[in-house]
Nanobody, 126 residues
């Protein structure tokens, strides 16, 4: 059974950068969708970014131009590069995956992906 493990969260200042990593327990190949979503306690989960096996990406409007999703196939690891962080980016960030892909691979649909990690906390102070 596929397992995902996030890392890289932490406490930073507004304007700083942070890179989150998500390592998969088994090699992900062929047709897949992977992504990131975030959640603040008491608020709805928000899909942040998604990447499909063909390399196409999708971002939430709130992070477009600041966040970049990528996947290192050799390391079997998903990344989320977060630049110019804002206080409103504070949340617990989760990675998720569909392997094989079952639905449209969009940031708005990341919470519908089949497998989730345990999450990593990001705190941005202004």
């Amino acid at each position: 059974q596929l397992q995902l493990m996030e890392s890289g969260g932490g406490s930073v200042q507004a304007g700083d950068s942070l890179t989150l990593s998500c390592e998969a327990s088994e090699y992900i190949y062929g047709s897949y969708c992977m992504g990131w979503f975030r959640q603040v306690p008491g608020k709805q989960r928000e899909g942040v970014a998604a990447i499909e096996s063909d390399g196409s990406t999708s971002y939430a409007d709130s992070v477009k131009g600041r966040f970049t999703i990528s996947k290192d196939n050799a390391r079997n690891t998903l990344y989320l590069q977060m630049n110019n962080l804002k206080a409103e980016d504070t949340a617990k960030y989760y990675c998720a995956a569909d392997f094989p892909i079952r639905t449209m691979c969009l940031a708005s649909r990341v919470t519908s992906l089949d497998t989730w990690g345990q999450g990593t906390l990001v705190s941005v102070s202004s």
